[in-house]
Antibody
Framework: QVQLQESGPRLVKPSETLSLTCIVS????????WSWIRQPPGKGLDWIGY???????NYNPSLKSRVTISIDTSKNQFSLKLSSVTAADTAVYYC????????????WGQGTMVTVSS | QSALTQPASVSGSPGQSITISCTGS?????????VSWYQQHPGKAPKLMIY???KRPSGVSNRFSGSKSGSTASLTISGLQAEDEADYYC???????????FGGGTKLTVL
């Protein structure tokens, strides 16, 4: 059974770069799309972007200038970098598997709360 | 402001049926049969309940069903149970650039 686990700093200073990693266990990262989604406190879900195991990416246009998603198939993990963060980037960040045929997020990590504050 | 519009809250008594709407546009819900629905309990990750408008993943109760008419998708939960109390989010494919747009979420209360 595939499981996802996010890891990374829980506190990031304004203007710095947020970095998170998602480790995929119980299955291979290959042949799938992998995504990052975030949820500000008390608010709804916001798609950040996805990466295919081959390395091709697609980002939310509203975040595109600040987002980089990368993948390391040898370690079965993928990562998120969000630069120039502000308080508006404070959120629970989820990694998820994306089914390309149905465009549905079928497996999710437990999420990690990241706070942007000095 | 979310791209897809959902009611902020709905409620129902145990055993009843409720429907949650999700209104989009011709750019998303109206153009693609790629609407999914997610259930989220407090402090938990979302769980996929419906994909491709009306398909259920293995393990999801058949009390959950989905449909679509024009640019509005709907999630119906029949035979309401206490454990169904949660937030529900719709999501739609919106083209290769925007890709995925979510609704603002609906809080379901089981009375």
């Amino acid at each position: 059974q595939v499981q996802l686990q996010e890891s990374g700093p829980r506190l990031v200073k304004p203007s710095e770069t947020l970095s998170l990693t998602c480790i995929v266990s119980g299955g291979s990262i290959s042949s799938y799309y992998w995504s990052w989604i975030r949820q500000p406190p008390g608010k709804g879900l916001d798609w950040i972007g996805y990466i295919y195991y081959s390395g091709s990416t697609n980002y939310n246009p509203s975040l595109k200038s600040r987002v980089t998603i990368s993948i390391d198939t040898s370690k079965n993990q993928f990562s998120l970098k969000l630069s120039s963060v502000t308080a508006a980037d404070t959120a629970v960040y989820y990694c998820a598997r994306l089914q390309d045929q149905s465009d549905a997020f079928d497996i999710w990590g437990q999420g990690t709360m990241v706070t942007v504050s000095s | 402001q979310s791209a897809l519009t959902q009611p902020a809250s709905v409620s129902g008594s145990p055993g009843q049926s409720i429907t949650i709407s999700c209104t989009g546009s011709r750019s998303d819900v109206g153009s693609y049969n790629l609407v999914s629905w997610y259930q989220q309990h407090p402090g938990k990750a979302p769980k996929l309940m419906i994909y491709e408008v009306s398909k259920r993943p293995s393990g999801v109760s058949n009390r959950f069903s989905g449909s679509k008419s024009g640019s509005t998708a709907s999630l119906t939960i029949s035979g309401l149970q206490a454990e169904d109390e949660a937030d529900y989010y719709c999501c739609s494919y919106a083209g290769s650039s925007t890709y995925a747009v979510f609704g603002g979420g609906t809080k379901l209360t089981v009375l």
